[in-house]
């Protein structure tokens, strides 16, 4: 349910390294994050070229239930989006871990990588 080869952070959202495009990370929300969210209908992401900082706000996701935030669980530029989920949001709740996925960044500091849980880690935040 967590995929040991990601890394988690405490607000949902999972890593993958590398990602397709060439030095960059692949990033997601977890099973946990899209169960509680509920049927997502609408997915905001940060474009191409834009520029993220950890932990800031960076999109949103818009369930049947509320609208959630997106967090940049690292520094860098935005280099890719899985502009897929236009159409079918409902991915995000079928395939978080693969067609789900949300958007990509070539990280500006890689150490900010090291500060990320592995799955048990995470595990224990969603768990207490």
């Known amino acids: ?41 609408y997915v905001s992401l940060p474009e191409v070229g834009d520029v993220v900082e950890a932990g800031t706000t960076c999109g949103e996701l818009e369930s049947t239930k509320s609208v959630s935030d997106i967090y940049a669980p690292v520094s860098g530029e935005v ?18 871990y693969g067609g789900g996925w949300l958007f990509e960044v070539v990280p500006s500091d890689r150490t900010e990588l090291d500060e990320l849980m592995d799955a048990p880690a995470y595990l224990l935040t969603i768990e207490s």
């Open 1 to 41: 349910m967590y995929p040991d080869e990601l890394q988690y952070t405490s607000e949902h959202e999972w890593v993958r390294t590398p990602g397709e495009q060439e030095g960059s990370v692949r990033i997601g929300i977890t099973h946990y994050a899209q169960d509680a969210l509920g049927d997502i209908v």
């Open 79 to 96: 280099v890719g989006r899985n502009e897929t989920l236009d159409a079918t949001p409902e991915l995000v709740n079928n395939d978080p």
